[in-house]
């Protein structure tokens, strides 16, 4: 709720300070008194264009401060956007506009931006007048009017449209996985086959690069190894001799102590060779060189160390390389399948959502049945007899279906017999279409709102019963929000619980708009002045004074 105003040089408001309570408030003053001007300094403070033509001559910038009883729902918006708002703490909007056209926003002394003052004028105040093209003329709000006015609950279609898109996100996923893969099945397949026929085994490339050393090696010693052999075991060789030089010493050992310490120093060496001998014969045996195996192990390294290069890996990494293929071919043909287990979840999930948005639309049909009988109903005594109204429930196509359900929900009007239908904002004309939105905004009482509404000259161009009828639809509406009406209306005027008179006066140099709180003797004299012109009659009072009773 609104509950105080403060406006420094705009336009022609020097300096002006005003205080709002609860129910229905009326601004009424003569034509060009700056009604309009008020309007334009609340709309600033509620994030509307800031231009420099709103300061006042000779001014350096204009100043508006509106101050509210915030609503949880701004509170949370404010808290989203980084500022600080207490709970119970009245929520202050400044906006600040330089002669040279610069501007400034803060909420409770924290800057913040144009756009989001008017998020939170959007949820504060609605302004209706004969040219608003927001709030109820605007169908992109339609369908939530309509289903608060029905007090539906959409959570269930909420979440039902989750888990559909949900559903199909993971198999437009899984399809495109496939795909990728789907291209590379070729190669794929091919790969695995040749790793699979090659079957390499980690550690083969060292052992048989080894063997292959070892063999290459074994060219170069033969000729070696043979020349030892010669000389160790030969005809003539050196275990011959030491086995004859044994059997001597063996005949003589008596004959001196030193021949058994010699015959035992050649068996030791006989013993020794033969451990050579040995040696010799193991060295002879692996080097041993087969022209084929050597041939057989170099076209196995080729091949190991051509199909490493080949898919960029260690020639030890192959094996590692062909289980994870063969682990993607699996996946990739198990992928397959499983396509068929997703699409039918999307299809429940997509049936789930259209029985829930099936609901809600024939929900929403029988509330629109109910709103178009309640509009209906205040159209006849708000002279709209001839005019019909509708809430048209059409399906949407299933590209635009939402969390919101599946229906466009629209608010129309013909205005005379035979008229087709058509948008509010496009058929009815200026008066036409303010008490279009009177009788909505009743019909929608129930739905609530924002906490304050503003309307603009909505009595224009009625009077009699007809202003009556509007002056008591306000009065209805003003039980459940703040109401400030702008009118012309002395049958509007009378309704209000507070009178603000907007008046214009003149020094002969400056022209200034001013705006005073009336008491009830102020109060009569100006709605007898509404009711009689320039020259306010007795009659006129009179007649003030029956319509304040009333």
């Not at 009017?145 to 899984?174: I, K, Q, S």
Request: proline share 3%.
């Amino acid at each position: 709720m609104l509950t105080a105003l403060s406006i420094r040089d705009v336009v022609l408001i020097e300096a002006l300070e005003l205080e709002f309570g609860a129910g229905l408030g009326v601004l009424t003053g003569e034509t060009g008194a700056g009604k309009s001007i008020l309007l334009d300094a609340l709309g600033l403070a509620l994030g509307r264009r800031g231009e420099s033509g709103l300061v006042r001559s000779g001014a350096a910038q204009a100043v508006v401060t509106a101050t509210f009883d915030a609503p949880a729902a701004v509170i949370a918006l404010l808290d989203e956007n980084g500022l600080d708002v207490e709970p119970g703490e009245p929520l202050i909007v400044r906006r600040l506009v330089k002669a040279d056209g610069g501007s400034r926003a803060f909420v409770n002394d924290q800057p913040a931006s144009a756009a989001l003052l008017r998020e939170i004028g959007a949820r504060l105040v609605e302004i209706h007048g004969q040219h608003d093209d927001r709030g109820l003329l605007a169908p992109a709000g339609h369908r939530a009017l309509l289903d608060a006015y029905a007090r539906t609950d959409a959570a269930g279609v909420a979440r039902a449209h989750g888990l559909w898109r949900a559903a199909e996100g993971e198999l437009a996923a899984a399809r495109t996985a496939i795909d990728t893969a789907q291209r590379d099945r070729e190669w794929l397949e091919h790969a695995v086959a040749e790793l699979e026929a090659l079957a390499p085994e980690p550690g083969e490339e060292e052992a048989l690069a080894e063997r292959r050393r070892l063999m290459q090696r074994a060219e170069k010693v033969a000729d070696d190894l043979s020349a030892i052999e010669t000389h160790l075991d030969g005809a003539d060789g050196a275990m011959s001799h030491l086995r004859q030089a044994a059997r001597v010493l063996e005949r003589v050992r008596e004959d001196h102590p030193a021949f058994a310490e010699a015959l035992a120093a050649v068996d030791r060496a006989v013993i020794e060779g033969a451990v050579a001998e040995e040696r010799l014969r193991e060295a002879a045996s692996a080097l041993m060189l087969d022209p084929r195996a050597l041939e057989e192990d170099e076209a196995r390294l080729f091949d190991l160390r051509g199909m490493a290069r080949k898919h960029r890996v260690q020639p030890d990494d192959l094996a590692a390389l062909a289980d994870r293929l063969r682990g993607d071919l699996d996946r990739l043909n198990a992928g397959e399948e499983g396509l068929a287990g997703l699409e039918a979840r999307v299809s429940a999930a997509r049936g789930d959502y259209a029985a829930a948005a099936a609901a809600l639309s024939a929900e929403r049909e029988r509330a629109a049945a109910r709103l178009d009988a309640a509009v209906a109903g205040e159209l006849a005594p708000l002279r709209l007899d001839a005019a019909r109204f509708r809430t048209v429930v059409a399906p949407l196509a299933e590209s635009d279906w939402s969390a919101a359900g599946r229906d466009r929900v629209e608010f129309e009007i013909a205005t005379n017999p035979g008229a087709p239908f058509g948008p509010l904002a496009k058929i009815a004309s200026g008066g036409e279409l303010s008490r279009f939105i009177l009788a909505l905004k009743v019909a929608l009482a129930e739905e609530g709102g924002a906490a304050t509404m503003i309307f603009d000259e909505i009595d224009r161009g009625v009077g009699g019963a007809v202003a009556s009828a509007i002056g008591d639809r306000l009065a209805r509406l003003a039980d459940k929000a703040q109401l400030l009406v702008v009118t012309h209306s002395p049958q509007v005027a009378a309704r209000g619980a507070a009178h603000l008179l907007i008046a214009k006066s003149s020094d002969g140099i400056v022209t200034r708009t001013g705006v005073r709180p009336l008491d009830a003797g102020e109060r009569r004299e100006e709605i007898a002045r509404m009711l009689s012109g320039a020259t306010v009659t007795d009659e006129a009072r009179a007649q003030a004074a029956r319509l304040l009773e009333s």
